[in-house]
């Protein structure tokens, strides 16, 4: 059983720069694509940055690129979103996924995915 625990949210500042980790249990990490969606306060959950599994290929969602940055390391079994410039719509409930397939590249919808995060609440105050 796959588990994904995250942590880093917290109360931010607009403009600041948190980073936000997710780690699995289990052994098959190094093979897995895994991504990072949100869901904001009355908004439906959304995609945010995919990784491919050897961290050579990334998306990420136009709101956020150019600010945010996925990365990986798989001597950690974590994937990490670094936030930079934060805004106060960035402020939502931040989910890691990881997906059940092996050497895949980056995926940006949620059915792509088959192990969730908890989550872990990033507000953004102005």
């Known amino acids: 059983q796959v588990q994904l625990v995250e942590s880093g949210g917290g109360l931010v500042q607009a403009g600041g720069s948190p980073r936000l980790s997710c780690t699995a249990s289990g052994r098959t990490f190094s093979s897995k694509a895994l991504g990072w969606f949100r869901q904001g306060p009355g908004k439906e959950r959304g995609f945010v940055a995919a990784?491919?599994?050897?961290?050579?290929?990334?998306y990420y969602a136009d709101s956020v690129k150019g600010r945010f940055t996925i990365f990986r390391d798989n001597a950690e079994n974590t994937v990490y979103l670094q936030m930079n410039s934060l805004k106060p719509e960035d402020t939502a409930v931040y989910y890691c996924?990881?997906?059940?397939?092996?050497?895949?590249?980056?995926?940006?919808?949620?059915?792509?995915?088959?192990?969730w995060g908890q989550g872990t609440q990033v507000t953004v105050s102005s």
């Open positions: 990784i491919s599994w050897n961290g050579a290929t990334k």
């Open positions: 996924a990881m997906s059940g397939s092996n050497y895949g590249g980056p995926r940006t919808a949620e059915y792509e995915y088959d192990y």
